[in-house]
């Protein structure tokens, strides 16, 4: 795929501006950015439900295309195997067509004159091609997806239109890693899954075939699985080789050389200029200023190094320290039961009985304490209960059995994901005044640093994006003081800035810290213990979140070819490291060529200057002969530095 030059813009907001961009078949690549900078426009111009306002998009003849959007995904009516059996039915349905020719060659054995040849015939035929399109692996296959997305055996009969909005997301990717795809799209496809689907998501993508491109927050997510980035900011798009951590690493070296080139040229301008102002009365320090002059005005400006924008910073109220007690679980048990709708309807059945909603049990006996200071990382699958450990800690809701007890002085902040203390109904600054004494005034100041500005504030917040609700519930937290926080899926929808940004307000919040992720970058530098839940267990890891990765990076080599795994991921950073290695002695090259170009430029402009004033020597006025040498030699030293000065701007050109 290629795209060349393109451009989009909605009235007179440019979003796109200039794209160029190429896909390799079999490439992983990473597309990231700010949130609104155009990201998804840039996946539906591929896709063709947005037409580009110039530039054009060149795809392989007959390349298969899959996308899966953030938009809630419309699937067609049925159960999640027969969603799951669609993409594969050709294959199903040569399965259905040897088993019926199968019928035929047995009946065809038992009589006289049946074409049995013709039907053996066929039958070798379809088994060739059943064989060849992977029909004997198809139900591992499908099987396999399901469970790598988190889907259990009792999903199969589901109805898809009962599942949740997260349950139709994955069924969706599930879907389209089961396609023959020549490109596979996916626009943030991380926020729907558990560790343990994310990890095996990304040893699938991995092995795919197919080219990827993928938009992702998940910083984690892309070191494992692209080889190239895509940095789309002010409508333009940047491309690097390797993932996230080697992007970032050029991203340190490309901001150093450009303030290493601004600083020089601003050292080289004020020189110059301050040699012009201080150029004597006599006519060769004139000449000298006026090519001084030419050579600055001609000099191309550098620009200075852009900040890094960190988007907004949280501003977390603290109220000192507490004791050393923190929380207390002592025989904590938590079961749900049937809401007491539910139950009047079982039982108002006509004639007969009806088995009752059962109660749903998370966990039982959990004991525990947390103390101060501890930051921790509290993982585990989707419905294990990680979010009613929070409301637990929180107050929110009660332990069926047993007691949460909070320490001395312990004051606890709480970021819900689901963003309950929102209305729907009320706009920013309502949301902001109703939680605090600020005036209007304040109000819009204190969203400013959230980055909600101008009309923004008059939004009502069920009109907001997924992103802007998570700043609006940041931007109200930061509203109250405690010293133990508790944070539900913080970086859902921020982008890559404002998540940066938070994890440095975090590494520095001084009080108690339980963070709920599945963010494995954001919880690297965080976490000093980790508590693991799974089926109604909590296995509670005294170790930071980086050892906690490796330790279950090295029990699943126990079970499996991951040493081929890490072989493979130990190649490929070598060759990074190679890879980067040669360009940093390109670079090294052409700036040491540059060097030496400016010392003969120096030069040359020294010698030109003592030939005009040999020229210039009234006592030589009557040797024409030396004169015309002189001439001659002024003209070559001219000559020269014109040809010095396009090698000049040729290596500058090489270094941007």
């Known amino acids: 795929m290629t795209l060349s030059q393109i451009k989009k813009s909605y009235g007179a907001e440019t979003i796109l501006s200039g794209i160029t961009m190429q896909i ?18 840039l996946l539906k111009i591929i896709t063709g439900e947005i037409e580009p306002d110039e530039g054009a998009l060149h795809m392989a003849r007959g390349a298969k295309i899959g996308y899966l959007s953030q938009e809630p995904p419309a699937i067609p009516q049925g159960t999640l195997r027969s969603h799951l059996e669609h993409p594969l039915r050709h294959i199903l349905a040569l399965k259905d067509e040897i088993a019926a020719l199968e019928e035929k060659i047995s009946a065809s054995a038992e009589e006289d004159g049946s074409p049995l040849e013709e039907h053996l015939e066929r039958y070798a035929g379809l088994t060739s091609r059943f064989e060849e399109g992977g029909g004997y692996q198809v139900e591992s296959k499908l099987t396999g997806v399901a469970r790598g997305l988190g889907f259990s055996e009792d999903d199969f009969n589901r109805d898809i239109s009962g599942f949740s909005g997260g349950e139709k997301t994955r069924a969706r990717l599930a879907g389209l890693l089961l396609q023959d795809l020549d490109l596979l799209m996916l626009d943030e496809p991380t926020n729907f899954l558990d560790l343990s689907a994310l990890e095996w998501l990304e040893k699938y993508l991995r092995d795919l075939h197919c080219a990827l491109l993928v938009v992702s927050h998940d910083r984690f997510f892309l070191d494992r699985v692209v080889s190239r980035i895509f940095a789309l900011q002010g409508g333009r798009v940047k491309s690097y080789n390797g993932n996230y951590s080697a992007y970032q690493q050029q991203l340190e070296q490309e901001r150093l050389s450009s303030e290493r080139d601004y600083q020089r040229q601003q050292l080289l301008r004020a020189r110059e200029e301050r040699l012009v102002r201080e150029a004597k009365a006599d006519e060769r320090s004139k000449r000298q200023a006026r090519s ?21 910073k949280l501003g977390l109220g603290y109220t000192g320290r507490s004791g050393q007690q923190v929380i207390i679980f002592d025989g904590v048990k938590k079961e749900f039961s049937a809401s007491e709708n539910d139950l009047d309807q079982t039982g108002a059945g006509a004639g007969g009985s009806v088995t009752a909603p059962q109660n749903k049990l998370l966990f039982k006996d959990l004991s525990f304490e947390i103390r101060w200071g501890d930051r921790i990382a509290l993982v585990g699958p989707n419905g294990s209960g990680k979010s009613t450990l929070l409301k637990l800690i929180s107050g929110a809701i009660k332990p069926t059995a047993g007691k949460v007890r909070l320490g001395p002085s312990v004051r606890v902040l709480y970021f819900d994901q689901e963003q309950e203390q929102l209305v729907p109904r009320h ?17 819009r100041n204190h969203l400013g640093r959230y980055l909600f500005r101008g009309d923004d504030v008059f939004k009502q917040v069920g009109d907001l994006s997924g ?25 859902s929808h921020l982008d890559l ?28 530098g965080l976490a000093n213990r980790v508590f693991e839940m799974d089926r109604g267990n909590l296995r509670i890891h005294n170790r930071s979140f980086d050892e906690y990765l490796e330790l279950k990076e090295k029990s699943a080599a126990g079970n499996g070819n991951k ?6 991921e130990k190649r490929r950073r070598q060759e990074e490291h190679r890879r980067r290695q040669a360009e940093e002695k390109k670079l090294r090259r052409i700036k040491d060529e540059q060097a030496r170009l400016e010392q003969r430029i120096s030069e040359t402009e020294d010698e030109i200057a003592r030939l005009e004033d040999l020229l210039s020597d009234p006592s030589r006025y009557g040797d024409h002969t030396a004169l015309a040498g002189l001439g001659a030699e002024l003209e070559k030293a001219r000559s020269d530095l014109f040809k010095l000065m396009q090698q000049w701007e040729e290596t500058a050109g090489k270094l941007e």
Do not use: W
């Open 24 to 41: 390799e078949p079999g490439e992983k690549a990473g597309l990231i950015g700010p949130n609104g900078s155009g990201k998804t426009t």
């Open 427 to 443: 706009n920013l600054i309502e949301t902001i005044t109703s939680a605090s004494d600020f005036d209007i005034k304040q109000a």
């Open 467 to 491: 992103g802007e609700k998570s700043r609006l519930a940041l931007a109200r937290l930061a509203l109250s003081s405690g010293n133990c926080l508790l944070m539900d899926e913080p970086t």
């Open 563 to 568: 040493s081929e795994d890490k072989q493979e």
């Open 497 to 524: 800035p404002a998540l940066e940004g938070l994890e440095e307000v975090l590494a520095g919040y001084p009080g108690t810290l339980i963070i709920v992720s599945h963010d494995r970058y954001f919880l690297k």
């Open 292 to 312: 001084r002059q030419k050579r600055l005005e001609k000099l191309e400006p550098v620009e200075g190094p852009a900040r890094r924008d960190q988007g907004f």
